[in-house]
């Protein structure tokens, strides 16, 4: 067996996505960039929010912000919306993202990620310089050219969304190697 190294609390969870969240309305937008985020079950989403985010206030006065997921090509401008606040900087300016608005509850997107979750706030938990916000997606955007339907169900060209991946522990960002094997079908082989 090999030895463990034991080294305290970390976030040494990997992966998790780099995740753009969109907040505002149809007036004024912002963009911010997470970590600290993952599915609660199928329709819901989690996302740990610093409690001096400025985008904190606006998600909590519209109730609603979207998750964006977003490419490898996008690396600077994500880097750059974890570094500057919405306060004192236009983040849409500086990187040339777009905030779109003509989603069912205006919420932005950003047109650029290929995937886009619009969510209703659900439930929000205070944590010690957190609040866990539970998102309920109401909708779910994807780049056209990339879903076809088969057999009318959405298939999803994985690898062309080629998602930014960070390791925390690290501070480094990554992208995703190749598929391994389909869910629920390899492990069958283990089955009596
Ligand atoms: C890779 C990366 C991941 C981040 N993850 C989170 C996160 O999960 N939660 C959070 O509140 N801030 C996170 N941040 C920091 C915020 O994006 C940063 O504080 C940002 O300036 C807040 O923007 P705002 O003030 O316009 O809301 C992250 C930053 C980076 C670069």
Redesign the pocket.
Known sequence: MTAKAQLGPTDLMFPIP?ALIACGDRDYQ????????GMVDSQTVG????KN????GIIREKQAFSVNIPPTKLLEA??Y???????S?D?WAATGLTARTDTASGVPIVAECPVNLECRLLREIELEN?VLLLGKITETYVDADKVTLVGGQPRIDTASLDPIV?FAVA?E?WSLGRKLGDAFVVGRALLP
């Open positions: 780099a912002n963009v911010l960039t997470v970590a600290w985020i996302i740990g929010l610093l985010s400025y985008s904190l994500v880097d919306c974890g570094i500057a606040s919405g306060r900087a983040k957190l960070f501070d960002y």
